[in-house]
């Protein structure tokens, strides 16, 4: 088996590992390699083809495909090296990686490595609605994927369940491409994306989206021929008396999404269960010096802009790792979620430099403020009309505000 040795691998190609290996070249690392199982770079925004990407980075709306082709000519023009058509099958503490490719196994040694794996769909397997198993079932970005880049329309009837950004972008899709979408049902009582894809994919459509609400039971043979949807109470059990039939040939799911972190597991990462994600500090380095984490892999993002942004910078200091460049904090500060916040990242820090506190809420909320505290000590605050969980919240921290901290607690009051 051939074995090799590199300074900082990149594993995934889309638009974290994209930024991360064009922050890194940048920054002055002679030897990046990006390894990429698929054929093309660009990941998942290759079957976005609808507009709304870029606003923050480039202040433009692009399709996935041409926010990816500037970063795609970014990489080109640094002349990154890039593995295509390779998987990475393991990955030890040591940074060691077995890869598999059409021409056979690879060993790499590397100094440095990011995690750029992105995640994967929640499917009908995981969230076991009970009924028959015909076909017509879907995860959103299945069905994105078929008609956006195999011309493969799914279905005439549709149901969404799931009212996550995905599922709306593929109720207004599915239209546009002639199918009726009879309805997008939520279990929470809140939608789970976006308020502006709330407007621009169901109301501009007339596509009712119905909270509380959930598929119970699924019927058809070979094909799906309908469901069984009721309200849910306070428990997320169905109301009984509130079944009703709907008849459609395709249900759509847009239930969650489950950061890849096989690679991270094997390499004894340690994970924060409330991402699904490897915990971080403020250079985006995991548990596993020299093993770096970013993108869609540490925690779910809603805007592919703060995708690329937080890459760039786990590209950075991946570099300025392997430069030696980066001094080690006597400890760690920890950053703990209190009232109203599901998560924080990163979860702990150095307080050695300035650093973008990222966060989502637990419920939706208005006329609130973020706290950030070091004890009774105000470090942050940021006022906001509206916090939704859909929303990952950023705020701003300086480092010379936490000269003697040892913890931070951020709160939502
Ligand atoms: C359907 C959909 C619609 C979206 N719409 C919007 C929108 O309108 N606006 C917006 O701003 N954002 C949107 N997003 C979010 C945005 O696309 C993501 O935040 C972004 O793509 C995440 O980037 P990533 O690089 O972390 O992951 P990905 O894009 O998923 O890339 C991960 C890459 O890693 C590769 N990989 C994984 N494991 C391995 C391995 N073991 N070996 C080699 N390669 C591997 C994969 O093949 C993939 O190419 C949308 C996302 C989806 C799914």
Known sequence: MKSIKRDLVIIGGGPAGLAAAVAAKEFGC?????????????????????????????????????????????????????????????????????????????KIEAGAIVLSMG?????????????TRPSGIYTAGAAQNFINLQNIMVGKQVVILGSGDIGMIMARRMTLEGAKVESVFEILPYAGGLARNIQQCLNDYDIPLHLSTSVIELH????????????????????????RHIPCDTLLLSVGLIPEN???????????????????DDIFMTSVPGIFSCGNVLHVHDLVDHVSEEAALAGQFAAQFLEGGIPSPD????IVPKQGV????????????????????????????????????????????????????RVKIKGEKLQNTRTLEVSVE
């Open 119 to 131: 995640c994967r769909e929640r499917t009908a397997g995981a969230i076991q609605i009970p009924g």
């Open 220 to 243: 058809g043979k070979s094909r799906l021929s309908g469901v069984t949807v009721a309200n849910m109470d306070e428990n997320f059990l169905p109301l009984p008396g509130s079944e």
């Open 262 to 280: 096989e690679l991270s597991h094997r390499a004894h990462v340690t994970m924060a269960p409330a991402t699904g994600g490897a915990g971080v």
């Open 30 to 106: 002679p030897d990046v390699l990006l390894i990429e199982r698929d054929r093309i770079l660009g990941g998942i925004l290759n079957q976005c083809i609808h507009d709304g990407f870029g606003l923050h980075r480039f202040e433009e709306s692009l399709t996935g495909p041409e926010y990816a082709q500037r970063y795609i000519d970014e990489f080109n023009r640094l002349g990154v090296d890039a593995m295509m058509g390779t998987i990475v099958l393991s990955l030890d503490r040591e940074r060691n990686l077995l890869v598999s490719s059409r021409k056979g196994f690879t």
């Open 331 to 334: 400890s760690h500060i920890n």
């Open 342 to 393: 599901r998560y924080t990242l990163p979860q702990h820090v150095s307080g050695l430099r300035d650093f973008t506190l990222s966060l989502r809420v637990t419920e939706p909320l208005k006329d609130r403020a973020v706290w950030v505290r070091d004890g009774d000590r105000k470090v942050a605050r940021k006022k906001m009309v509206r916090l939704h969980p859909a929303e990952m919240i």
